[in-house]
Every structure is written in C-alpha cells, then in structure tokens.
C-alpha cells in the first residue's frame, strides 16, 4: 500500500510540474480576447468643401448575348454655394458606387458662375436637346422660383434671387444641363469690358 501511495504521490507532482512549464495562454483571464488585439477604427471621413445633391438615380437594363445585365445610373450635383458647381454621372451595379462616381465626376467638372447681389448678372437661356430654360435675374427677397431640377444646381451655386421658367421636355437630365448651359453663359459687365478693351462706365 505504501507503494502504492508514493506512486499516486510523484503521479500528482509529475501533473502540477507539466501544468506549471507549460506555455501561458495569449487570452485574457476573463475576456477571452488577446491581449494584442486592437479594435479596427473605421477609415475617417474627409470634410469636403462641397455640397452634394443626388438629383436622379435611374435603373438601366442593357440586352446582351447571355441576357440582361442591371445597372444604375445616378445625376449628381456638387457645390459650395459660393459661386461653384459642376454636375456628374455615375453607372454602376449598385446605387452606392453609381452615387459615388458621380459626385468624383462632379468635383472634376466644377465651374465658376457669376454672380452678383446674390443672383445672375443678366437673363439668359439655357438649351440642351429638347429642354430650354430661362433664367431672370430677381431683387432681394425673391428667393429661388425654380423646378426640383434645376433648383439643385441653382442653391448649390448660390444664387439666392432668381426667377426660371421651363420649356420643352422636363426629362431632369436635360434640364440640369440646360441649366448649367445658361448659367455658363453669364457674363459680368468687367468681362465684356476687359474684352472689348473698354472701361465699365463706356458699356
């Protein structure tokens, strides 16, 4: 029986010394979670000096050999309200990255528009296709009478007075260029001046 018992004895020694030499475990005592493991920050988002309005997102369907493929297009306008804008178009197979690359076309094609005493130096009318529109100039306190097209590239722009009327097609492609044709159109009188070699008060 002594035999026994000091053979049981070195067996429960034998057991402690392996659990003592063996290697320590990377988890925690209580989390579970390693000790080096470090939380994934999410990628920052950068402050953009533009504003951005999605004016229409279309699905389109192109036949092919083997079907149908789906895509989405996507109009965007992007600006600062303080005399840029540009307008940008986007396809892609999901309404995200269409959105995506035309905001990154519409920062590319950003153009500076005149604008004095909060509204359009002059009248002007905007043609594009089937689509034409025409721009007044408004006193202070007229705000922007204008459709949901064409008002997205106007409050983006930062004109603040103006008057518009629509003609032709109203297809919102066709009236946010058109809009952007007649505002790419306005002149300032020191530009006329500086052109024909004039001073302002001769024109």
Do not use: W, Y
């Not at 306008?77 to 804008?85: E, F, I, N, P, S």
């Not at 025409?134 to 007229?142: R, V, Y």
């Not at 790419?184 to 001046?193: N, P, W």
């Amino acid at each position: 029986m002594a035999g026994n018992e000091q053979i049981a004895t070195e067996n429960v020694k034998t057991t402690q010394n392996s659990v003592e030499n063996a290697p320590k475990s990377r988890r925690g005592n209580f989390s579970g979670k390693r000790k080096d493991d470090r939380r994934e920050r999410a990628p920052r988002r950068e402050v953009s000096e533009f504003d951005k309005q999605v004016v229409q997102v279309r699905r389109v369907q192109k036949v092919v050999k083997g079907g149908r493929t789906l895509r989405f297009s996507a109009l965007v306008v992007v600006g600062d309200r303080k005399g840029r804008v540009g307008i940008g178009i986007g396809k892609s197979k999901e309404v995200s990255a269409a959105i995506e690359k035309a905001t990154t076309v519409a920062k590319k094609n950003v153009v500076n528009i005149p604008i004095v005493n909060n509204t359009i130096p002059h009248d002007t009318i905007g043609k594009f296709s089937a689509t034409s529109i025409l721009l007044l100039p408004a006193p202070e306190g007229t705000g922007v009478i204008a459709g949901g097209s064409a008002r997205a590239v106007i409050e983006l722009a930062g004109i603040k007075n103006i008057v518009t009327k629509r003609h032709g097609s109203s297809n919102r492609m066709n009236c946010v260029k058109a809009t952007m044709a007649g505002l790419l159109s306005l002149k300032t009188k020191e530009e006329i001046a500086r052109r024909r070699g004039k001073a302002v008060e001769e024109i």
